[in-house]
C-alpha cells in the first residue's frame, strides 16, 4: 500500500474441507478517513462499512454478496 499499510494473510487446513484462510490489515494513521472497500471504511463509523462500490450503501440486513461482489 503506498501509505505503508501492511496486510497479513494465513491459510491453514485442519483435514480435507476444513479450511480459513485469515487475513488482518494494519492501517497507518495516514489511511483514516481515506479508506474504502471490503475491510469497512477507516473512520469510526461502523454504520458505513456495508458500502457497494460506487457509494450505494446497503444495510445490515441485505444480502452480503451483493457487498462483497460489489469490488469484484
Not at 6 to 25: K, M, Q
Not at 37 to 43: E, F, I, K, R, T
Not at 52 to 71: C, H, L, N
Request: charged content about 25%; proline content about 6%; aromatic content about 12%.
Amino acid at each position: 500500500m503506498p501509505s505503508g499499510t501492511w496486510i497479513t494473510a494465513e491459510h491453514e487446513c485442519y483435514e480435507p474441507g476444513d479450511c480459513y484462510l485469515n487475513i488482518e490489515v494494519y492501517p497507518l494513521a495516514e489511511d483514516f478517513d481515506n479508506s474504502v472497500g471490503l475491510c469497512g471504511n477507516y473512520n469510526d463509523d461502523a454504520t458505513d462499512d456495508l458500502t457497494i462500490k460506487g457509494s450505494t450503501r446497503v444495510d445490515r440486513g441485505d444480502e452480503p454478496i451483493q457487498f462483497a461482489t460489489s469490488y469484484t
